[in-house]
């Protein structure tokens, strides 16, 4: 839990602060960007809530942090309907689902909602109230897992909601040797009718990107939005397998349609399908440069 004494000086007076065992995620800051902001290396509250919408989203931003190094004053009374609002709906069927794990550096998880079984994508933090929540919205069937990196507490969903793991067997690692469904090779996987698997190398050796109704592509650690730069990016300063392999792989991803970019780290995008195409293509020609 954050702790008051080491509250950060760079937090504006009020109830909500952040602590300085802040690891700088940037979960807090694109969950609720109105409430808190870059500050020296960390973030911190530079606007204290000022209605029930954005104090929701305070809390929900409170219970995501990987570090639990977001605090209040005052204990929060309303702390179970910020619990009970999460997972955070996205668009149609597709929710956020909070509960960041330090385990994966803060990475973001999701989750689709489906007639014929339930997908978890990446892990979350294994904890009640989020468990509770998937319990009501159906359980999970499978949990697609892009990566190593973001694979969190996986056994502990599975021992629960006894689901079918699914990670590339390049990904494989003595935490994750029982997975259910391994993936091999580079060619596409139909999950089902409208999720598909896509391969691409580059940021880890068996990275996979989740394609859903040719709208939602959920990217692991491939593919994210840069305020900063404001286009799509791949992170080259994290790229942990190969640069060269991750540039080839990028514009395989141009094959395909979709509105949405859901990342584990950095940041949304979404657009019509044409302008996703166009920062796609931007995307690749700026790899060339970094």
Known sequence: MATLNLRRTENVSGDFYVDTTCID???????TPEVFTREVGMSAVHHQPTDEKQ??????ALLSCPTASIGTVDKPQDIKDAQSSLPIPVEENVYH??????????AASYFIQLPEGNILIDSPRFTPPLVKRLEQMGGIRYMYLTHK??????QKFVEHFDCQRI???EEINSGTRDVEIQLSGEDDYQLTRELLIITVPGHTKGHTVLLYKNKFLFTGDHL????????L???RNFCW???????????KLTNYSFEWVLPGHGRRYNSDAKTMQQELKKCIEWMKTV
Do not use: N
């Open 25 to 31: 995620c940037d979960t807090c800051r694109w969950m």
């Open 55 to 60: 104090r929701l989203a305070a809390l929900q």
């Open 97 to 106: 689902c909070g509960y960041h794990s330090e385990k994966s550096y803060g």
């Open 149 to 154: 990196d973001d694979v969190a507490d996986h």
């Open 167 to 169: 990670l590339h067997q």
């Open 224 to 231: 994210a939005w840069s305020d900063r730069l404001k286009q």
């Open 233 to 235: 990016i791949a992170f």
């Open 241 to 251: 397998y190969s640069w060269d392999e991750l540039y080839k792989s990028m514009p």
